[in-house]
């Protein structure tokens, strides 16, 4: 079986722009938040919101998607980016063990706000930080040395010196051509939700580049969102703490 690099974000968190880069390089079959497809349609919907007559795909499960993805890794090396709420109860050694593990975290301030924007009945289950602290330090443990982190912030702010950092921690040349692109690309083409309305300004970018880092205050938010980013943040500054510096 070849390569499976899995890149474990959480909702908001700048990593479809990762994921469409990682299409750009063409050596790597790279696929879309796999396990979330399941977990939001699947024939069994694992989602908190979920409600009768909602979207469900039969056939497709958690186990299905799994399947399909060591049939790709059979032809050749796979990318996937997805979030660890999406898969936590299959969190064994063994089948951590298939995966070259790494981590896109972004401040907690900034993926809230943007789901509550999109989404202002979102669930806390769907935030995903908490899972995504406990993979992490369950890889630590079962290998002894934390996986690598990038953080958003510092991607935007060093696009290129961030992924070739990446690359060399999952095993891949970085390849600088990766980096830009055309605009007009669809990235809604791979997605399973909605047809990708979360993707409009990835659609219209023309690479990773260059951003000033910006800030944002939750003090005016709304209370929920205060207090959803008030849980979430000690996750995210665990992990933060383990990130790649340059």
Known sequence: MHKIIAL?????????A?????????????????????WYQGEDPLWPRFQAGEKTTPGLTIESVWDEIQARAKNGP???????????????????SHFTHAFLIRDPAKTISSMYNKWPDFDELEVGFPEQR???????????????????????ENP???????????????????MTWAPGGDPSAHSWWDGGSFHANLAQSTGLTRQVRKYVEVSDAPERVKRVHRRMKPHYDHLFGHRIKL
């Open 78 to 96: 796979v990318f996937l980016k997805d979030f660890p709420h999406y898969i936590n109860h299959m969190w064994t050694p063994d089948f951590l």
């Open 160 to 178: 290129d010196g961030m992924v070739a950092a990446f690359c060399d921690a999952v095993g891949l040349e970085f390849l600088p051509e990766a």
């Open 134 to 156: 406990a993979l992490f330090d369950l890889l630590v443990a079962l290998n002894g040395t934390p996986p690598p982190v990038i953080d958003s912030d510092d991607m935007l």
């Open 8 to 16: 474990w974000a959480v909702p908001r968190s700048t990593s479809t």
């Open 18 to 38: 990762f994921e469409w880069m990682m299409r750009q390089r063409d050596d790597l079959d790279c696929l879309h938040e796999p396990f979330g497809e399941a």
